[in-house]
C-alpha cells in the first residue's frame, strides 16, 4: 500500500527502513533516498515509526524463551 504519494513509498518500504534502524521521519524518507514534499504521509510515518517502537519494547519485555 502507498504511504507516500509524492515519493511512491509503500508501506513495505516504510518498514524496511524502520526495521533498518530509521528513528525519525526524516531518517526514513533519507532511507528511502528521498526527502520529505507536501509532508501529507509524515502523520502516517510517525504512527509506524511509534508502532515500530512498541513492537519492539513488547519482544524486549517477552519472557527470554519466547523473544529468542
Ligand atoms: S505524500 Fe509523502 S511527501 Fe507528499
Known amino acids: 500500500?502507498?504511504?507516500c504519494i509524492c515519493n511512491g513509498l509503500t508501506d513495505t518500504?516504510?518498514?524496511s527502513?524502520?526495521?533498518s534502524g530509521a528513528?525519525?521521519?526524516h531518517d526514513v524518507y533519507?532511507?528511502?533516498n528521498c526527502r520529505a514534499q507536501c509532508g501529507s504521509c509524515t502523520a502516517?510515518?510517525?504512527c509506524m515509526l511509534?508502532?515500530?517502537r512498541n513492537e519492539v519494547?513488547?519482544?524486549?519485555?517477552l519472557p527470554v524463551s519466547i523473544a529468542n
Open 44 to 46: 502516517s510515518i510517525l
Open 57 to 61: 519494547e513488547n519482544a524486549s519485555q
Open 30 to 32: 533519507s532511507a528511502c
Open 17 to 19: 527502513a524502520i526495521s
Open 50 to 52: 511509534r508502532s515500530g
Open 23 to 25: 528513528n525519525r521521519t
Open 1 to 3: 500500500m502507498y504511504v
Open 13 to 15: 518500504q516504510i518498514k
